[in-house]
């Protein structure tokens, strides 16, 4: 099988939720604007030129997949990009990409690849195809999730193909659709009379891990799988639909977003890792209690969630961190200094003279440009740092964000 065929052997491997993750993917690539960030070059979350579906081909055809494994798809020569829980913004990724550079390059030689070039579109769509890789959580364990269902005392209050409780509604409805957000609307609409319910009987309220409640959602859909036509495949939401709903729903005044809104739940643009669709929904359930009380507390009501509502929401919410912040220019100005650009590069005239003056480069309009120009010389220019005993310098997410936009605005500080 051709290696621009890669993405398809993985999505062959998680049946139910890998059927939707392509229209999942175009949803997302909807463009989608950072609004109030009040500094240069805030960007779309995708735009045109940012497509992660092109990406994912382009991780194939560029032999990435060669020495990158996706989800333990692919070679294991290097690092499997989709089990990093670091924190992956545009510029998180443009920095490791710089950074593992001179390493890449052994590899390359070692195995007798060319290292290829990127054009400013195929950076962007690469780098968009590797932030979404964590959106889906993995396929969970239907026989782990019977345990969960029994353990959890699901069983005591709701029927699974006959057997269980009868004081909750029965949940084959659930085992027809196809996505875990679907169980995640309906535990969160129904969450306080399922509290009330447990607590007249004794029950403790449970917690779920992300990893149990991937395996909960796999038994509910095993139970009773019913007709492959019947079963509904949710869309999994769309980010500019979510910042609305956000609003609509009052989530701003317990929650912000990169400082706007309120300061009860934190700042969710915020979180160290990106949450996927499970991980928000377990997220949501175990924090229920304590969100239901500040509620109450300032007279907000309980907002009822359709499972699309919800996934849109869940998408902005992950989509919200991709251009985590602007650049900013005065700092790239000093990161050009410090971290030895200058050696090579002059500014204005002043500094090295190998590579180009970087108020006279042109055509850099989008931080996906600076990213592949940095890309496609870099060769050369650790051929001359070489040369001159310079080590490779190492960039951090923010780092590239202020070199990236000091170089967008013709080697000019601000």
């Not at 990106?274 to 907000?300: D, H, T």
């Amino acid at each position: 099988m051709p290696p621009q065929n890669f993405c398809l052997r993985q999505m062959r491997r998680q049946i139910d939720v890998e059927k939707i993750r392509t229209l999942m993917l175009l949803i997302l690539a909807v463009s989608f604007s950072l609004s109030g960030l009040g500094q240069a070059f805030a960007q779309p979350l995708f735009s045109p030129t940012q497509d992660p579906i092109v990406g994912s081909r382009i991780f194939g055809a560029k032999g990435c997949s060669k020495c990158h494994a996706i989800g333990g798809v692919g070679a294991k020569l290097a690092p499997d990009l989709g089990r990093v829980s670091t924190p992956r913004s545009f510029y998180d990724l443009a920095a490791a990409m710089w950074n593992h550079l001179p390493q890449m390059s052994k590899q390359m030689q070692k195995i007798r690849i060319s290292r290829p070039q990127l054009s400013p579109g195929e950076t962007g769509d690469l780098i968009a195809f590797l932030y979404t890789l964590n959106y889906f959580d993995r396929p969970g364990d239907p026989k782990a999730g019977r345990g969960i269902f029994d353990k959890k005392h699901c069983v005591a209050c709701h029927q699974i193909g006959g057997t269980g409780g009868v004081i909750g509604p029965s949940l084959d409805k659930l085992t027809q659709q196809g996505s875990p957000i679907f169980v995640a609307a309906a535990m969160w609409n129904h969450g306080p009379a399922m509290a009330e319910a447990m607590r007249e009987r004794g029950i403790g309220r449970p917690n779920f891990s992300s990893v149990e409640l991937e395996d909960l959602v796999a038994y509910l859909k095993s139970a009773n799988p019913g007709r492959e036509a019947e079963r509904i495949y949710l869309l999994p939401g769309r980010p500019d639909e979510g910042q609305e709903l956000f609003v609509k729903r009052r989530c701003q005044e317990c929650h912000s977003i990169k400082g706007r809104g309120g300061k009860v739940g934190g700042d969710l643009a915020e979180r160290r890792v990106q949450l996927g669709l499970v991980q928000f929904a377990a997220a949501m359930w175990n924090k229920a209690p304590a969100m239901l009380k500040k509620m109450k507390e300032r007279s907000i009501p309980v907002p009822q969630l359709r499972a699309e509502e919800m996934a849109s929401i869940v998408a902005y919410l992950y989509a919200v961190q991709y251009f985590a912040r602007p650049g900013d220019s005065r700092r790239g100005e000093n990161l050009a200094k410090t971290k030895g650009c200058i050696s090579c590069h002059p500014i204005g005239g002043k500094g090295g003279n190998v590579g180009p003056d970087f108020r006279k480069v042109e055509g850099l309009d989008q931080p996906a440009t600076v990213v592949s120009a940095m890309w496609n010389h870099a060769s050369t220019m650790e051929e001359k740092m070489l040369e001159r005993s310079l080590e490779w310098p190492l960039l951090k997410g923010g780092e590239m964000a202020d070199l990236v936009t000091f170089i967008q605005l013709g080697g000019r500080g601000r």
